[in-house]
């Protein structure tokens, strides 16, 4: 017992550090922000997706190196869409955290989820679609220097729905 107290007191200690050095980055209030994301989540998502603001030429590039962003094959008459197999798989884990992190915080993800659930997506098809669409809000934040905010991320639910389509 003495052992997993020890224990826990050492994470919440280096969750404290974490969060304290993730605080003084320039990214930080803008990764915040974002519903979902913690200090220990941002930071890992940050750390994976590196902080050089030239990295990625657009929110397609970022979803790609995520590996949220899906491959549609099409021949004939056939299509589908499969998820990518070829990404960083710290990377993908930490954005379909951070999505299904963003479910109790953002009515406008909540919404846009149940959307695709109630078009027969399973749950992790839903979670990945959500990271994509979390990971361009991202982009488009970082590409800003705006903070999040709901109502701008997350447009009315007829258009939620319109975009699970």
């Not at 519903?35 to 970022?62: I, Q, T, W």
């Not at 299509?79 to 070829?86: G, S």
């Amino acid at each position: 017992m003495a052992v997993l107290v020890s224990l826990n007191q050492q994470i919440a200690a280096l969750e404290r550090e974490l969060g304290e050095l993730f605080d003084r980055h320039p990214d930080a209030e803008i990764l915040r922000s974002l519903a979902g994301l913690g200090s220990v989540l941002g930071a890992r998502v940050l750390g994976e997706f590196g902080d050089d603001p030239n990295r990625y030429a657009d929110a397609r590039g970022r979803k790609a190196y995520a590996g949220t962003a899906p491959i549609t094959k099409a021949s004939g008459r056939s299509r589908v869409v499969l998820a990518r197999v070829a990404r960083n798989r710290r990377l993908a884990d930490a954005c379909e955290r951070w999505a299904f992190s963003s479910l109790s915080s953002s009515p406008g993800a909540r919404r846009y989820y149940d959307a695709l659930r109630a078009r027969g997506k399973t749950h992790s098809q839903a979670t990945r679609q959500l990271a994509n669409r979390s990971v361009g809000i991202l982009h488009a934040c970082l590409e800003r220097r705006a903070t999040y905010r709901e109502e701008v991320a997350w447009p009315a639910a007829e258009e939620v729905i319109r975009l699970a389509a």
